[in-house]
């Protein structure tokens, strides 16, 4: 796909994967509306991105105003090429320690708002355009301390196979990006109940990310589900097919995640 001239929509563009993949859709030439909540970090990032990048605050759990995007997007600039579902929320730890509306929160950000922007969106996307959802591998096999976000995402990655087919009649794909641990400060907030269990598996960058969207985007293929890093992703597909193997090898991955965990945090620190 030639991005010169297109039209993109990233949700949770003011940090992580959200902005890696808005500066490579401008570096290739696609002007890009930067959907986030935070009005004032979003005008800063656009400021940096310069003139190709649009800031459009927003909360995506808002969904009526969300459904309004696409339309107000096309209305403003008469195109509208590509959409990346980014913008997630997360809520660590046991599903018992937080309040039954934020985990509904979650479902609603994670899952409610990728499917209303699209179905809005695909309303007014030509033949050839394309959305790209950033899932995760814990929608791939569910994580312990982590069960309404692998919900989420697991929803996410089967609504987006199955989209696929529906989009596919306009002409237009659908493809599923989905990372283990990115260091992107996601989880810096709560660092105390990120599982051993996801820090058992390598950690990418915010870059490495925007770099398989970037192939999904440019991609002739629809339907696409891909991994990173790609044999974390084979080994979840394993554990998902066999869940005696997956409790077996469940305590060997949760020491050395918890060694990777403490290495990561004294890097943090600066020891």
């Given at each position: 796909?030639?991005?010169?001239?297109?039209?993109?929509?990233?949700?949770?563009?003011?940090?992580?994967?959200?902005?890696a993949v808005a500066r490579m859709l401008i570096s290739g030439g696609a002007t890009v509306v930067l959907v986030a909540r935070?009005?004032?970090?979003?005008?800063?990032?656009?400021?940096?991105?310069?003139?190709?990048?649009?800031?459009?605050?927003?909360?995506?759990?808002?969904?009526?105003?969300?459904a309004q995007l696409p339309a107000q997007v096309h209305a403003r600039f008469g195109r509208l090429d590509i959409v990346v579902n980014n913008a997630g929320l997360h809520h660590r730890g046991d599903m018992l320690r937080h309040d039954p509306l934020q985990l509904a929160e979650m479902v609603k950000v994670n899952l409610g708002a990728p499917i209303v922007l699209t179905r809005a969106a695909g309303a007014l996307m030509q033949p050839g355009s394309v959305v790209?959802?950033?899932?995760?591998?814990?929608?791939?096999?569910?994580?312990?301390?982590?069960?309404v976000y692998s919900g989420t995402k697991a929803g996410l990655r089967f609504w987006g196979l199955a989209a696929a087919e529906d989009l596919g009649r306009r002409g237009i794909r659908v493809a599923n990006v989905n990372p283990g641990p990115v260091d992107?400060?996601?989880?810096?907030?709560?660092?105390?109940?990120?599982?051993?269990?996801?820090?058992?598996?390598?950690?990418?960058?915010?870059?490495q990310v925007g770099a398989v969207v970037m192939d999904c985007v440019r991609s002739g293929e629809t339907g696409l589900d891909r991994d990173i890093p790609y044999l974390s992703g084979k080994l979840s597909t394993l554990g998902y097919l066999s869940p005696g193997?997956?409790?077996?090898?469940?305590?060997?991955?949760?020491?050395r995640g918890a060694a990777n965990k403490r290495k990561f945090l004294l890097r943090k620190r600066g020891t």
């Open positions: 796909m030639d991005l010169r001239e297109h039209l993109a929509i990233v949700t949770g563009a003011s940090s992580g994967i959200g902005l935070g009005a004032e970090r979003l005008a800063a990032v656009a400021a940096e991105l310069g003139p190709r990048a649009v800031a459009w605050p927003l909360d995506v759990g808002d969904l009526e105003a969300l790209v959802n950033v899932a995760s591998l814990a929608g791939k096999l569910g994580v312990p301390g982590s069960a992107t400060g996601f989880f810096d907030a709560d660092f105390e109940h990120v599982t051993d269990l996801t820090f058992s598996q390598p950690m990418c960058s915010a870059e193997l997956a409790r077996m090898l469940r305590p060997a991955l949760e020491r």
